[in-house]
């Protein structure tokens, strides 16, 4: 059984950092790319940026590069989303997702396996 579960969310002052894990398990993910996706109160899930695990090959959604970051340990099957320059807009409760393939898709139907996720809350 696949499971995603996120961790690291909580309150920061804009301009501060926040840094989200996803421990993956359950099957091997080194056919799969992760993305992380946000939905904020009354607004669409949107793709924040993802990665391949095999690959390593990084994407991002422009409102946020630049500023965050996605890393994974494929000994510790961890996927990490390191978020700087953190905006009152970037709250959100924050998804990680997975896909079959090496390439993220923004679009979140795209993804098979999904965490609870996590909120990620910006002070102004």
């Known amino acids: 059984q696949v499971q995603l579960v996120e961790s690291g969310g909580g309150l920061v002052q804009a301009g501060g950092s926040l840094r989200l894990s996803c421990a993956a398990s359950?099957?091997?993910?080194?056919?799969?790319?992760m993305g992380w996706l946000r939905q904020a109160p009354g607004k669409e899930r949107e793709f924040v940026g993802g990665?391949?695990?095999?690959?390593?090959?990084?994407y991002y959604a422009d409102s946020v590069k630049g500023r965050f970051t996605i890393s994974r340990d494929r000994v510790k099957n961890t996927v990490y989303l390191q978020m700087n320059s953190l905006k009152p807009e970037d709250r959100a409760v924050y998804y990680c997702?997975?896909?079959?393939?090496?390439?993220?898709?923004?679009?979140?139907?795209?993804?098979?396996?999904w965490g609870q996720g996590t909120q990620v809350t910006v002070s102004s």
């Open positions: 997702a997975a896909r079959p393939g090496v390439v993220a898709r923004i679009q979140p139907g795209a993804y098979d396996y």
């Open positions: 359950g099957r091997t993910f080194n056919n799969y790319a």
């Open positions: 990665i391949s695990w095999s690959l390593g090959s990084t």
